[in-house]
Nanobody
Framework: QVQLVESGGGLVQPGGSLRLSCAAS????????MGWYRRAPGKQRELVAT???????NYADSVEGRFTISRDNAKNMVYLQMNSLRPEDTAVYYC?????????????????WGQGTQVTVSS
């Protein structure tokens, strides 16, 4: 089991910056990848950025060059630095972790989610 708690959301003006944090606890040794997703009003949840244990990162086209995902494995933390924010970035941002589970004769992956943190970009 993995528990995730996001923080750092808030109200920011267009062009401003925010840094989101996600603290992981529980069976953090089983995590293979972490990422950030968001859900804007009236929209489906979409991928924002992901990072694997090997350090590979992936970004949505809409945030490429503006957002940066990073991890501090020693602290079991993942961050999302958001620069040049736009009103369309307004959404609830969710932390995600992919973790493995080993049973007697099977290995499976599971997704874990935080409760979300609100980001509002408005003048």
């Amino acid at each position: 089991q993995v528990q995730l708690v996001e923080s750092g959301g808030g109200l920011v003006q267009p062009g401003g910056s925010l840094r989101l944090s996600c603290a992981a606890s529980g069976s953090t040794y089983s995590i293979t990848a972490m990422g950030w997703y968001r859900r804007a009003p009236g929209k489906q949840r979409e991928l924002v950025a992901t990072t694997t244990n090997g350090g590979n990162t992936n970004y949505a086209d809409s945030v490429e060059g503006r957002f940066t995902i990073s991890r501090d494995n020693a602290k079991n933390m993942v961050y999302l630095q958001m620069n040049s924010l736009r009103p369309e970035d307004t959404a609830v941002y969710y932390c995600n972790a992919e973790a493995f589970t080993i049973a007697t004769m099977t290995i499976s992956s599971h997704d874990y989610w935080g409760q979300g943190t609100q980001v509002t970009v408005s003048s």
